[in-house]
Structures are given as C-alpha cells and as structure tokens.
C-alpha cells in the first residue's frame, strides 16, 4: 500500500541576519574612550567648579535621602570620590567621569547589539564630539546617573530579548532605580521597556515570567528613599518639579525658537539633524526590532518636549535620554549615505568637534569671542577673596549669605575652611535646598553678610529686615578686557526672629 503522505511543512523563517562584529573596530572604539575619558580627568581641574556643580557638593556634605531638586544619586557619588580623594575641583568631578564612563561603555555595548561594531564605533565617536555628551565628562550634575542608569538599562533590556533570558529584566529593573535615583525623568524608562517587550513576541513571553515584575518592584525600591524624604516633607520635591513646573506655562512661541536653539547648540547642527533623521528612519523600519528599541527610547520625550516647547522653557539637558539611541540609529544609517551624504556626515562630525572644543577653551582661554557672562566658573576664586576680606572686619564666623544658592554654593566651596553659607531663604524669599539647612538659631540677630551677583537679582527683602543694612564698594570680576558681573555687599544686622518667607519656591 502506499504511504501516507506526510503533511508539507512550512519552511522556517530565516533569522534576521546578526550584526556583524569586528575586534579591530571594537578596539578603536574602546581606546577612543580611553582616551577621551583620561583627557577629561586631566581637564577637570583646570577650571572652578560651575555654580550647579558647587551646589551638589554642598548636598554631598550633608548627606540625606533626597534633595529638594533633584534625587539624591548626583550627591551621593561625590561624597563617594571626594572621600577617597578630598575636596578639590577633579575629585568632585570624577562623579562625572565615572557615570559617563558607564554610559559610554553600555551605549557601546548597546550599539553593538543592535547594529554592529562599525555602528558602535561611530556612536562613540559622535558622543565623543557633541557638546552635550563631550562637556558632561566633566560637569557633574544630575544628569549624569539618570544616563549611566539608561544605558544600563537600555542594554538589559535588549539583552533579554535577544537571549530571551527573563533575568535580565531584573538588571533592568535595577538600572531603571539606578536612572530614578538620579533625575526624576528616569521614570519614563518604565513604560518605554514595557512597551518594547509588548510589542515584541519575545518579550511578551517574557511578561509571563515573574521576572519582569520583580525588576519593577527592585526599582521601586531603590528609589523608595526619595518618596520616605519627600513623605516627611509634603511631597515637595515632587511639587516642585510637576505643578510648580506647570504653573510657570504659558504660550510664548519664542520659547519654541529657542528651544530649537538650544537642542542645535547641545548637539551640533549637523548632528541634531542626523538624530532626528534616525528617529523618523526608526519609525518607517519599526518592523525590525533593532529599530524599534531606536524609536520607543527616543521618540516619546522628544515628541513631549516638542509639544511643550511653545508653553514651558525646555532646558538644554531635558533632551539628554533622547539622544543616546538616537545617535545608535544615526550610526547605523551611515553606510546607507553615498556621495554627498557622506561629507555630510564627516562635515557634520568635524563641526561637532570644533563646537565642543571651542566649549573647553571657552573658560580657560581670555580672548575667544564668546559672552564672558555666560562662562560660569570665571571670577568665584576672587569673589572668595574679597568675601574672606569683608569678614575679616566683622566679629569671627559672621555669617556669609548669597542671594541665590549659586552665590551660597560657591563661597562655601572656595571660602577658607569651607564655612557653612546660607541662601537667600535668611532674608525671607525662597531659597530652594539651602531651606532645608536653615538654622536661625546661628543667624538670628548677628550681623551677615550679603552677596549679591547682578546676573540673578535677589534679596528684595533686605531694605526690610536689615537692621542696620550699610552698602560696601561693589566688585567687578573681569575676563581679559570683558566684564563677566558685578557682586554687590551689604552688611546686614539680621532680626532676632527668623522672618516669615515671602513665598513658595518657583522653579
């Protein structure tokens, strides 16, 4: 008898072919890094520190479980390196090194995956060149562990697709705390992860493991300090950076201008448009899933911030978590550019660079043609030097008041022996973290000091509360032949009772 005839099956669907590596590319990918890092280490302390970065070390000296700005991961990493280290400009900085380093080294890794070596290698090298990425190696502020944490996060991910390892959504869930830990935008990670693994039929296997669920539960605890600090505090952190945020919005389309601007000067213009190519190429090649990882941890915050623009002021550094994948996609979209399109590209590279170095020249060089009262560590050494002056004729440990915490933060730093300053919060308006410090029981009825920087006007109350208030001789700090501000100085005999304040805090 014949034989049955088997049933004809389908034939299996070829894999997607897997992005090629290449060990030369990955070692000139990891000692570019090298080198640019080391390079970065050696710069830090060539300039003061910038008024932000003063601020996070006043934070790192009084360690708490969060801060009224921002979580506390910035803060507890310079107590980290300044510990090992001490109190100096590079050692503050090395926070900065060290996050970048890890964010450098996961978006490689990342890169790699999802588009190969040579890929890999070009988005390092656009890190490398962009004033954003290139400046924040050596500026430490917030930003810097929410990227360290996404990139970590970002490559956990793609990892337990790839592998279909459900673990590694645990790592994921860690890194994801990590990124909350250090700027409250790292909650965005959440959705984004989830809807990468719902759309993905990897990752929905995947959500039915507990793995997953365990990695949301490890964030929240890792970020579980900050809510304990904002519970006892009436969620004002948390305030702060929602509705007192949403209060400031009104349509100012100037605002779009310049948040436009901004992202141009943050990324270079060649750069920015390159970005914002690969996210719309993303979306077209969404199908593919190295695409899809491109457009999900891209797309919503740059189409948010797009959408706010008009109503809000987006900041420079907002747009950090965008860019990341963006310039992966970017990377990957190159050997598709022939022709002129390749110029386009090593042009738009070279512009890049020459930006971020004019950037580093920019505080230590006198003579480039660049707004002296935008450089932000000119002038605080003698600012110090005339305070310590000022105190000297007053009765010892007279208290030092700045009128915005950027004045505060600085003469705390470069003032001898590192007194403790205090915020403009002493003469009764809102003084952000400086608040929280507060002790009137040292203030109360002595005689200050205060200082007033002409960039940022503040303390309108004293003409109230000084009792007696007597105007000393203003300082001018100058940048070679440019005038950077003007500091004012008061002496000021504060009332014995702490004075109410005159308002909530603004962001």
Not at 108 to 134: C, E, K
Request: contains cysteine; hydrophobic residues 50%.
């Amino acid at each position: 008898m014949p034989s049955a005839a088997l049933p004809v099956q389908p034939p299996a669907p070829s894999p997607a072919p897997s992005p090629s590596r290449d060990p030369r590319l990955d070692r000139r990918a990891l000692l570019l890094f090298a080198a640019v890092t080391l390079f970065h280490v050696a710069y830090a302390g060539w300039l003061a520190l910038s008024p932000q970065e003063a601020y996070y070390w006043e934070w790192s000296r009084r360690l708490d479980l969060s801060y009224f700005d921002h979580p506390p991961l910035a803060a507890w990493t310079i107590r980290l390196f300044t510990t090992a280290f001490g109190d100096s400009e590079r050692a503050i900085r090395l926070a900065a090194a060290f996050h970048s380093t890890l964010f450098s080294a996961f978006l490689w890794l990342t890169t790699r995956r999802l588009f190969g070596s040579r890929a890999a290698l070009l988005a390092i090298a656009g890190g490398a060149v962009v004033p954003l990425f290139s400046i924040g190696q050596v500026i430490v502020t917030p930003d810097g562990p929410l990227l360290s944490g996404w990139a970590m996060a970002l490559y956990c991910t793609v990892r337990a697709l790839d592998d279909e390892r459900p673990e590694w959504l645990l790592a994921a869930g860690a890194a994801t705390g990590w990124a909350m830990l250090g700027k409250y935008t790292g909650f965005l990670l959440l959705p984004q992860i989830l809807v990468l693994l719902l759309w993905d039929p990897r990752g929905r296997r995947l959500l039915r493991t507990p793995w997953p669920w365990l990695g949301v539960v490890l964030a929240a605890a890792l970020f579980s300090p900050v809510v304990v600090w904002n519970a006892a505090r009436h969620l004002e952190s948390f305030a702060f950076q929602t509705t007192g945020r949403a209060e400031t919005s009104r349509f100012r389309p100037v605002l779009f201008g310049r948040y436009v601007g901004l992202q141009v000067l943050a990324m270079s213009p060649v750069v920015l448009l390159l970005c914002v190519d690969a996210v719309i190429a993303a979306w077209r090649r969404r199908a593919a899933p190295a695409w899809r990882v491109v457009l999900i941890f891209s797309a919503p915050l740059l189409v948010l911030a797009t959408v706010v623009s008009p109503v809000h002021w987006v900041k420079m550094n907002w747009l950090a978590p965008v860019w990341p994948t963006a310039l992966a996609g970017a990377a990957a979209l190159v050997p598709e550019r022939r022709g002129p399109r390749w110029w386009l590209v090593a042009g738009g590279g070279a512009l890049a660079l020459a930006m971020s170095v004019l950037l580093h020249l920019w505080p230590v060089v006198t003579w480039l043609p660049l707004p002296a009262k935008d450089e932000t560590s000119a002038g605080w050494r003698e600012l110090a030097a005339r305070v310590e002056a000022e105190r000297a004729r007053l009765p010892a440990g007279a208290p030092v008041i700045g009128c915005n915490y950027k004045v505060a933060s600085e003469l705390a730093f470069y003032l001898p022996g590192r007194p403790e300053t205090s915020g403009v919060g002493a003469l009764g308006e809102p003084g952000l973290q400086y608040d929280e410090w507060l002790d009137w029981t040292r203030l109360g009825g002595r005689t200050a000091l205060v200082v007033l920087d002409a960039r940022d006007g503040a303390c309108a109350r004293r003409e109230e509360l000084c009792r007696p208030l007597e105007p000393l001789e203003p300082l001018t700090v100058t940048k070679g032949s440019k005038r950077v501000t003007t500091f004012s100085f008061w002496r000021c005999g504060l009332p014995a009772e702490q004075p109410r304040a005159a308002g909530p805090a603004r962001p």
